[in-house]
T-cell receptor, first 117, second 113 residues
Framework: DTEVTQTPKHLVMGMTNKKSLKCEQH?????MYWYKQKAKKPPELMFV???????INESVPSRFSPECPNSSLLNLHLHALQPEDSALYLC????????????????FGNGTRLTVT | GNSVTQMEGPVTLSEEAFLTINCTYT??????LFWYVQYPGEGLQLLLK?????DKGSNKGFEATYRKETTSFHLEKGSVQVSDSAVYFC????????????FGAGTILRVKS
């Protein structure tokens, strides 16, 4: 079982819809991440929150809007998406943003499979 | 250029065969190195890691040794099982990459019974 919970598991939305992806962790981690993964490819970093503040935005289009309401929750708001945005969206957390260099690697959720029609 | 290069797959093996998945990296200094595994329908899980030269990471029968002289971190397992079928990602983290996790392209492993 993963300690990072993502909902929903699957989402189908039209290009004019507004939807949100949710992520929750209760490990006391202070860094949370959104990744996008296309089929047969590695995950691509989208956003990093460190101590509830946005610290990295990898030039993601504004139709993706992240939100970190508290240290346990991370949302990704979606609006006016395109079919090419269909992918697996993965949330991850770590002790802090420097976690990969100290003894605290990323913990991933199982993802939300998004299909944009 | 690519920061992490993995051997292309898919790799198809019979149960109990020996596994090697090659991984080489490009980074100055001493990056931290990782292997992540992604089982079908799931997110990524950390399999093992090494943070300095000559460290050996190991978990679930898998091993990888941080080789600074060859800039490599090859994944090995002596006897694979059907349940090891998954996608394996080599990754590094280094200050020159903003401490972000840089993934290789991934290698699909299929183990037949």
């Amino acid at each position: 079982d993963t300690e990072v919970t993502q909902t929903p598991k699957h989402l189908v939305m039209g290009m004019t819809n507004k939807k949100s992806l949710k992520c929750e962790q209760h490990m006391g981690h202070r860094a949370m991440y959104w990744y996008k993964q296309k089929a047969k490819k590695p995950p691509e970093l989208m956003f990093v929150y460190s101590y509830e503040k946005l610290s990295i935005n990898e030039s993601v289009p504004s139709r993706f809007s992240p939100e970190c309401p508290n240290s346990s929750l991370l949302n990704l708001h979606l609006h006016a998406l395109q079919p090419e945005d269909s992918a697996l969206y993965l949330c991850a957390s770590s002790q802090d943003h420097r976690g990969q260099r100290i003894n605290s690697p990323l913990h991933f959720g199982n993802g939300t499979r998004l299909t944009v029609t | 250029g690519n920061s992490v290069t993995q051997m292309e797959g898919p790799v198809t093996l019979s149960e109990e065969a020996f596994l090697t998945i090659n991984c080489t990296y490009t980074a100055t200094g001493y990056p931290s190195l990782f292997w992540y595994v992604q089982y079908p329908g799931e997110g990524l899980q950390l399999l093992l890691k090494a943070t300095k030269a000559d460290d050996k990471g190991s978990n679930k029968g898998f091993e990888a040794t941080y080789r600074k002289e060859t800039t490599s971190f090859h994944l090995e397992k002596g006897s694979v099982q059907v349940s090891d079928s998954a996608v394996y990602f080599c990754a590094l983290s280094a200050m020159e990459y903003g401490n972000k996790l840089v993934f290789g392209a991934g290698t699909i492993l299929r183990v037949k019974s």
